[in-house]
RNA sequence: GCGGGCGUGGCGGAAUUGGCAGACGCGCCAGACUUAGGAUCUGGUGUCAAUCGACGUGGGGGUUCAAGUCCCUUCGCCCGCACCA
C-alpha cells in the first residue's frame, strides 16, 4: 500500500469529525473514563512540540479506554486569559478578544491536524462570557462564605511599566519586561482564605493516586508544621511578644528575642524605644533588598538591638535583649521568634556576631564550634532535664505553658492566602461594588456576567491601576443594596481564576441555569486521570483541589478531590540537549514534522523517543525511524495469506498484545511501540500474516499511529473505524512458550544455553546439561558443589 | 543547606524487580539494487583480544551460587524548596 500520509490524514479527520466518534454520550450505563490534559494558554507562536508530547499520553489511553468499551470525555479547551495576549494588544492596539479569537482558531487547526481525539462539541475558553459569569459566580459564593478578604500587601511595582509583578515576574529586582528597577508598593489586595483550607488539602492528598513527588511538593507548598505559641512579657511596655516555635523544649536556651523590622509593636511604642531612628532607618534598608539580595546574603546576619524594651522569659523569669532582623519575617508565624543559639543554626550566627550568650540545653554537640540541632538529654532545664525524647520534652513543656496560661500549642502553615486580583484589563472582572455606606457589596448573581467594557486602549493606569478604572461608565455605578451611587472594583481576577474550574465545566459547558447540571457531575466526576506538567503540580493543582473542595462543602460537586490521579510528562528539549527557547533557536515546530512526516509518525515519535516522565531531546533522524516503521506497517496488508495464526507467530502475537494493553496503562508508550515493533521485525522475517494478525496488529497500533490503521482497517474490510473497534485481548496460556532457551551456567559465568520443557523438573534439566558435550569441559575432573535452578530462567553449577 | 531523582554502547533508551546487560530505534561499517531518493533491501556493530577467552552498567568496597538491580562509601549531574523559627 503506498503510504500517502497527507491524503490518509486528512480524510480520517474529516470522517472522525463528520461520525462524531469522540464526542462522550451522556450514557451514564456505561463505565466512564475522564482523561484530563492541562488546557492550553493559546499564545501567538502556536503549539510547541511539547504540547504535543502533554496531550499524547491521555490521548493514547482515551483512544484505548474507548475501544475497551468506555464512555470517555477527553476534553479540551483554552485558558485565554493573560497578559502576553494584553501585551500584544498594547503594542499593535488589536483588541485581546480578536488576538484570543484568532489564536484559538489557529490552536484549533493544529491540534486537529495531529488527529487528537478530543471531544470538540464541549471545547471551552475562559474568556467566553458564558464561561466566566460561573468564575464570577464562584468568586461570589466565596465571597458570602468569608472566603474572600480584602487586606495591603506590599507589592513588587515596576514604576516604568506601571505594573504590579508578580515574584516570578520581579526576579532579581528587576523587571521582567523592561528590566528597570522594581520598588515596594503598599497596595489593597483582594485575598482568598486558602489557607482555611489548608488541612483539607493536605488529608486529601492521602485519598488520591498522584505520583510520589506531586505529592511530596504538594505537601511541602502547605508546608504544616506543629509547634506552640508562646507570650512573652515585655519590660517597659504593656504588651505581650507573642512567638512561635517548633521547639518549645529548648525555652531554657532562649538568651535573645528576634522581630521582623515590621512587626507593627515596634511602631506602636516607638516612644518607648530609644533607638527608634536606627530600627526605621534598618526597617527601610531591608525593604530595599530584593528577593535575591535576601536569599545571596543567607548567611550574613544583620539587625539592630532593640533599646528601651526587653522580653521575660514566662519559664524562668529571666529578663532578655531584643533585636530586629530580617532574618525573620513578618509572613510567617508572629513575626518574631525566641532564638535558642545552641541549637538553631540561625539564632547562633546571629548570636555569634552580636555577642550574646549561647546556652546548651541538649547534650550531644560541640556548642563552642556550631549549633547543635540533634538528639539528646536535657540539661539546664530545671524540669526537663535528663530527658532524652523530643516529643515528651515538647509535651511537657507545652503543658507547663498552658498551666501557667503563657501559651499554647499550635501549627503553621508555609502556604499564605491566596493575592486575588491584578491590575489588569484581559481578566474576570471582580463582581464587587464598593458602597460608601454598605461596604464591599456583592454584583447580583443575575447580572452576571459582569462583562468587560470595552476599552480604547489597554496601558495600565497611573500607579498600576486597572485600565478598567479610566472607563467611567463602568467604575459608577448604583450599590445594589442601597441604590445611592458606588464605585465598581476595577480589578480583575489572577490567570490562575479560570483555571480552577474549568473540569466541571466541561462536563456540561453549555448549561446556563449551573455550573454544571448536578447528575452529570455525579457521573463524570472526579477525573480519573489528569496529566501534565510539573511546573503546575502545585498552584495550579492546589489552587483548583482549594475551589473543588469549597464547591463539595457547598454540596455543589459530589466529589471531595477533583483528580483521583495524576501524572506528569518530560520536557521535549532541542536537538541540542538544551531547553527548548527562542533565544537558543532550537524550538522544534510541530508543524515541519508533520508536512514531512505525517501526524502519525510525529504521535509515534513523540512516545516512542523515551520515558514519558523524563526529559529527552528531540532527534530529526530517530523521526525518519518513526517513518520506516509505518511504512513498513502500510505494507503489511500485501502480506496477508489465511485466516487464524501463522505458525510461530501466535505466542508472540499474545505477549505483544498483553505487553502494548500493560505498557499504555504504566505511560510506557515507549516500550510498547518497541514491542510492535519486534513483532513486525518477526511478521517479516516469517513472510506473510494472516488478516485475523493483521487486523490485532493494527488494532494495537491505532491509539498511536490512527490514520494509518483506520485506512488499513477499512480495506480490509473491518466493521465500522477502528476508533471504536474492540480492543484486542490475550491469552495468559498462549503468552508462555512450550520450550524455554535458558542459559547455563558454571560459577556465575554463562557457557551455553539449552532449551528445555516450559515445565521441565530440575533433574530433567540437570540430565541434559550433564549429558551435552559442550558443558564437559567445565565438568571433566571437578567436583559439583551446588546446583541451583531456577525454573525458566536459568541453571548455575558451581565447581570446584 | 534540606528534600527528591538520576548516572547503562557513539546517541535516545530497554532489562519480567536479584537470574543470559545493551530489547527497540538512531548512527556507523560492509554489501546489494537503482527509476539517484530527505531512498530502499541484506548482513554486521559494547570494549579489548581476534583461537579458547577476558573485561564491562560513574569510582571503591561488601552481601550472594548469581548484582545495573540489595547494603556501605565516594564522585558527578538534574529537579523542587530555600533564613518557615
Known amino acids: 500500500m503506498k503510504y500517502d500520509f497527507s491524503a490518509i490524514e486528512a480524510k480520517w479527520q474529516k470522517k472522525w469529525e463528520e461520525a462524531k466518534v469522540f464526542e462522550a454520550t451522556d450514557d451514564f450505563s456505561k463505565p466512564k473514563f475522564y482523561g484530563l490534559i492541562e488546557f492550553p494558554y493559546p499564545s501567538g507562536a502556536g503549539m510547541h512540540v511539547g504540547h504535543i508530547k502533554a496531550y499524547s499520553g491521555l490521548e493514547v489511553i482515551s483512544r484505548k479506554r474507548r475501544m475497551?468499551?468506555?464512555?470517555?470525555?477527553?476534553?479540551?479547551?483554552?485558558?485565554?486569559?493573560?497578559?502576553?495576549?494584553?501585551?500584544?494588544?498594547?503594542?499593535?492596539?488589536?483588541?485581546?478578544?480578536?488576538?484570543?479569537?484568532?489564536?484559538?482558531?489557529?490552536?484549533?487547526?493544529?491540534?486537529?491536524?495531529?488527529?487528537?481525539?478530543?471531544?470538540?462539541?464541549?471545547?471551552?475558553?475562559?474568556?467566553?462570557?458564558?464561561?466566566?459569569?460561573?468564575?464570577?459566580?464562584?468568586?461570589?459564593?466565596?465571597?458570602?462564605?468569608?472566603?474572600?478578604?480584602?487586606?495591603t500587601a506590599l507589592v513588587n511595582y515596576c514604576p516604568s511599566c506601571k505594573v504590579v509583578l508578580s515574584n516570578e515576574d520581579s526576579q532579581g529586582g528587576k523587571c521582567d519586561i523592561c528590566k528597570s528597577d522594581i520598588v515596594q508598593k503598599s497596595k489593597d489586595v483582594w485575598y482568598l482564605r486558602i489557607t482555611k483550607y489548608a488541612d483539607k488539602l493536605l488529608s486529601g492528598l492521602e485519598t488520591v493516586d498522584y505520583l510520589p513527588?506531586?505529592?511530596?511538593?504538594?505537601?511541602?507548598?502547605?508546608?504544616?508544621?506543629?509547634g506552640a505559641f508562646v507570650n512573652f512579657e515585655l519590660k517597659g511596655i504593656d504588651e505581650k511578644l507573642r512567638i512561635y516555635t517548633t521547639r518549645p523544649d529548648t525555652?531554657?536556651?532562649?538568651?535573645?528575642?528576634?522581630?521582623?523590622?515590621?512587626?507593627?509593636?515596634?511602631?506602636?511604642?516607638?516612644?518607648?524605644?530609644?533607638?527608634?531612628?536606627?530600627?526605621?532607618?534598618?526597617?527601610d534598608e531591608c525593604a530595599k533588598k530584593t528577593e535575591f539580595e535576601r536569599t545571596q546574603l543567607i548567611k550574613d546576619k544583620t539587625g539592630v538591638r532593640v533599646e528601651g524594651i526587653s522580653a521575660v522569659n514566662p519559664i524562668t523569669g529571666k529578663e532578655i535583649p531584643i533585636y530586629i532582623s530580617d532574618y525573620v519575617m513578618m509572613g510567617y508565624g508572629t513575626g518574631a521568634i525566641m532564638a535558642v543559639p545552641a541549637h538553631d543554626e540561625r539564632d547562633y550566627d546571629f548570636a555569634k556576631k552580636f555577642g550574646i550568650d549561647i546556652v546548651e540545653v541538649i547534650k550531644g554537640g560541640d556548642i563552642s564550634k556550631e549549633a547543635y540541632t540533634g538528639n539528646g538529654e536535657m540539661v539546664n532545664s530545671d524540669f526537663l532535664n535528663g530527658l532524652t525524647d523530643i516529643k515528651s520534652s515538647i509535651a511537657k513543656m507545652v503543658?507547663?505553658?498552658?498551666?501557667?496560661?503563657?501559651?499554647?500549642?499550635?501549627?503553621?502553615?508555609?502556604?499564605?492566602?491566596?493575592?486575588?486580583?491584578?491590575?489588569?484589563?484581559?481578566?474576570?472582572?471582580?463582581?464587587?461594588?464598593?458602597?460608601?455606606?454598605?461596604?464591599?457589596?456583592?454584583?447580583?448573581?443575575?447580572?452576571?456576567?459582569?462583562?468587560?467594557?470595552?476599552?480604547?486602549n489597554f496601558e495600565p493606569g497611573e500607579g498600576g491601576e486597572s485600565p478598567l478604572a479610566k472607563i467611567d461608565s463602568y467604575v459608577n455605578c448604583k450599590c445594589p443594596k442601597c441604590q445611592r451611587d458606588a464605585k465598581r472594583e476595577t480589578d480583575t481576577m489572577p490567570q490562575w481564576a479560570g483555571s480552577s474550574w474549568y473540569f466541571l465545566r466541561y462536563i456540561d459547558p453549555k448549561n446556563s441555569e449551573k455550573l454544571a447540571d448536578p447528575e452529570k457531575l455525579k457521573y463524570w466526576m472526579p477525573v480519573d486521570w489528569y496529566n501534565g506538567g510539573m511546573e503546575h503540580v502545585t498552584r495550579h493543582m492546589i489552587y483548583s483541589r482549594f475551589w473543588h473542595k469549597f464547591l463539595y462543602d457547598m454540596g455543589l460537586v459530589p466529589t471531595e478531590e477533583p483528580y483521583a490521579k495524576r501524572t506528569a510528562q518530560g520536557l521535549i528539549l532541542g536537538p541540542d540537549g538544551d531547553k527548548m527557547s527562542k533565544s537558543k533557536g532550537n524550538v522544534v515546530d510541530p508543524n515541519d514534522t508533520v508536512d514531512r512526516y505525517g501526524a502519525d509518525v510525529l504521535r509515534v515519535y513523540i512516545l516512542f523517543m523515551g520515558d514519558y516522565a523524563s526529559a529527552a531531546p528531540w532527534s530529526e533522524s530517530s523521526v525518519k525511524g518513526c517513518k520506516r516503521?509505518?511504512?513498513?506497517?502500510?505494507?503489511?496488508?500485501?502480506?496477508?495469506?489465511?485466516s487464524g495464526s501463522t505458525d510461530g507467530l501466535e505466542s508472540l502475537f499474545h505477549k505483544t498484545v498483553k505487553k502494548v494493553t500493560t505498557d499504555i496503562e504504566e505511560l510506557k508508550f515507549n516500550t510498547a511501540i518497541a514491542s510492535l515493533m519486534t513483532l513486525l521485525n518477526e511478521i517479516e522475517a516469517k513472510g506473510s500474516l494472516t488478516k485475523d494478525e493483521l487486523l490485532v496488529f493494527i488494532r494495537l497500533l491505532s491509539p498511536f499511529a490512527p490514520h494509518i490503521c483506520e485506512e488499513i482497517w477499512e480495506s480490509e474490510g473491518g466493521e465500522g473505524m477502528i476508533a471504536l473497534a474492540e480492543w484486542p485481548t490475550y491469552d495468559e496460556a498462549k503468552t508462555v512458550d512450550a520450550t524455554v532457551e535458558i542459559a547455563v551456567q558454571f560459577n556465575g559465568k554463562v557457557r551455553g544455553t539449552v532449551v528445555i520443557a516450559k515445565d521441565a523438573t530440575k533433574e530433567a534439566v540437570f540430565e541434559q546439561v550433564h549429558s551435552d558435550e559442550r558443558f564437559a569441559p567445565f565438568l571433566d575432573g571437578k567436583t559439583v558443589i551446588k546446583e541451583i535452578y531456577v525454573p525458566g530462567k536459568i541453571v548455575n553449577i558451581v565447581v570446584k
Not at 629 to 642: H, I, Q, Y
Open 251 to 283: 525555652l531554657f536556651g532562649v538568651t535573645f528575642m528576634v522581630m521582623a523590622p515590621e512587626h507593627p509593636i515596634l511602631e506602636k511604642h516607638q516612644d518607648k524605644i530609644s533607638n527608634y531612628a536606627d530600627l526605621a532607618a534598618y526597617k
Open 213 to 226: 513527588n506531586i505529592k511530596m511538593q504538594q505537601v511541602n507548598w502547605i508546608g504544616k508544621s506543629t
Open 629 to 642: 516503521f509505518l511504512e513498513r506497517v502500510a505494507d503489511l496488508p500485501g502480506m496477508v495469506k489465511g
Open 399 to 456: 503543658e507547663k505553658l498552658e498551666e501557667k496560661g503563657v501559651g499554647e500549642a499550635g501549627v503553621q502553615y508555609k502556604m499564605k492566602d491566596w493575592a486575588f486580583n491584578r491590575q489588569r484589563y484581559w481578566g474576570e472582572p471582580i463582581p464587587i461594588v464598593h458602597c460608601e455606606h454598605c461596604g464591599m457589596v456583592s454584583v447580583p448573581y443575575e447580572e452576571l456576567p459582569l462583562r468587560l467594557p470595552e476599552v480604547k
Open 68 to 151: 475497551q468499551g468506555y464512555n470517555v470525555l477527553f476534553p479540551i479547551g483554552f485558558d485565554a486569559f493573560g497578559l502576553p495576549t494584553e501585551n500584544y494588544a498594547i503594542k499593535t492596539g488589536v483588541h485581546p478578544r480578536k488576538v484570543t479569537d484568532d489564536n484559538i482558531e489557529h490552536f484549533t487547526a493544529q491540534l486537529k491536524r495531529v488527529g487528537f481525539s478530543f471531544d470538540w462539541s464541549k471545547v471551552i475558553d475562559t474568556t467566553d462570557e458564558n464561561y466566566y459569569k460561573w468564575t464570577q459566580w464562584i468568586f461570589l459564593k466565596m465571597f458570602e462564605n468569608g472566603l474572600v478578604f480584602r487586606d
